[in-house]
């Protein structure tokens, strides 16, 4: 028996619109809705992963933030075309996502960077992301003297760190079901605006 967020999907000629209706239901039972498996093409030419954190998503795209000399970043920096896949177990959905994507305005990582936690602030001079350091201790130590640098001050945003953001060439949806005939329904962008749909065999 169909959901009504599997007949949304089946209604629906627009993913950013079913993307939009999914998350929103995933965010009422998820503990951490906004989790993607974020997927680059290594500079060795081999596949890499790792979970980052949707912030924000529009017709634009789908926008994270990360330090920009990290593993991921450098990677984007060679190939700038990436995946995306969400699992959201308690509703049984998954969505994954193709596209190119870009650095976003240093207007918008400062709006940002301003509206975190003072810690986290702290924490992306710390940590200088993906390079080897001695001992956890060392990473602790870095942040004790990046906190008394900046005590009684604005923390200001570190120059290699931002936002991404991604914009979408292909959507698939999945509607999970317990005899493996999930549904799968893939859109491929045609041009700004006009998207094929597809529905796909498990």
């Keep these: 028996m169909k959901d009504h967020l599997e007949e949304f999907l089946d209604l629906s000629q627009d993913p950013f619109d079913v993307f939009r209706v999914w998350y929103s239901e995933a965010q009422k039972t998820e503990e951490i809705p906004s989790a993607m498996a974020l997927s680059t093409v290594g500079v060795d030419g081999n596949p890499n992963i790792r979970f980052v954190l949707l912030k ?5 795209g789908l ?5 920009y000399k990290s593993v991921k970043g450098r990677e984007i920096e060679r190939i700038s075309f ?3 896949a969400f699992w959201w177990n308690s509703i049984k959905k998954q969505v994954k996502i193709r596209g190119s994507v870009y650095k976003i ?4 990582s400062e709006v940002y960077f301003h509206s975190r936690p003072r810690e986290a602030q702290i924490a992306a001079w710390a940590s200088e992301q993906s390079a080897p350091i001695e001992s956890y201790a060392e990473l602790l130590r ?18 290699h760190w931002g936002g991404y953001r991604i914009l979408p060439q292909e959507f698939e949806f999945l509607v999970y079901t317990q005899v493996r005939l999930h549904k799968r329904v893939l859109f491929e962008r045609q041009d700004e605006s006009l998207w094929r749909k597809i529905y796909l065999c498990p």
């Design 142 to 159: 870095r942040f004790e003297m990046f906190r008394k640098q900046f005590e009684n001050k604005d923390v200001p945003r570190p120059p």
């Design 105 to 108: 305005s240093p207007e918008e």
């Design 56 to 60: 924000d998503f529009d017709r634009n």
């Design 63 to 67: 926008t994270f933030y990360t330090n």
């Design 82 to 84: 990436v995946a995306v």
